[in-house]
Nanobody, 124 residues
Framework: QVYQVASGGGSVQAGESLRLSCAPP????????MGWFRQTPGKDREFVAG????????RYTDSVKGRFTVSRDSAKNVVYLQMDRLRSEDSATYFC?????????????????WGQGTQVSVST
């Protein structure tokens, strides 16, 4: 089983920024669409942002449009989520995962290899 490795979370104040990184082992999922998801206690995972392959197409959930930017460095096989103007409602554990297409990722059709997420805590 290949697990995604998400990192870059932390505790920040509202209005500040964080950049999350997702680095699959080696070249795993190097030509797959990638998505970012978040989950808070008592709620199901929510799609946040996705990027296709080779990375020209992106998609965001409405609540983060204009604030979050997803990108990928194909050479390094790393996917990023730049999160600006963070709000308290962005607080969650963030995960990354891969799917066969951007549409699939947006719909949550991703692998079972969730691995560990990275926690984001935004205080007011």
């Amino acid at each position: 089983q290949v697990y995604q490795v998400a990192s870059g979370g932390g505790s920040v104040q509202a209005g500040e920024s964080l950049r999350l990184s997702c680095a699959p082992p080696g070249r795993a999922f190097s030509n797959w669409a990638m998505g970012w998801f978040r989950q808070t206690p008592g709620k199901d995972r929510e799609f946040v942002a996705g990027i296709g392959w080779p990375g020209s197409a992106t998609r965001y959930t409405d609540s983060v449009k204009g604030r979050f930017t997803v990108s990928r460095d194909s050479a390094k096989n790393v996917v990023y989520l730049q999160m600006d103007r963070l709000r308290s409602e962005d607080s969650a554990t963030y995960f990354c995962n891969a799917g066969e297409s951007l549409a699939a990722v947006t719909a949550g059709r991703v692998t079972d290899a969730w691995g560990q997420g990275t926690q984001v805590s935004v205080s007011t």
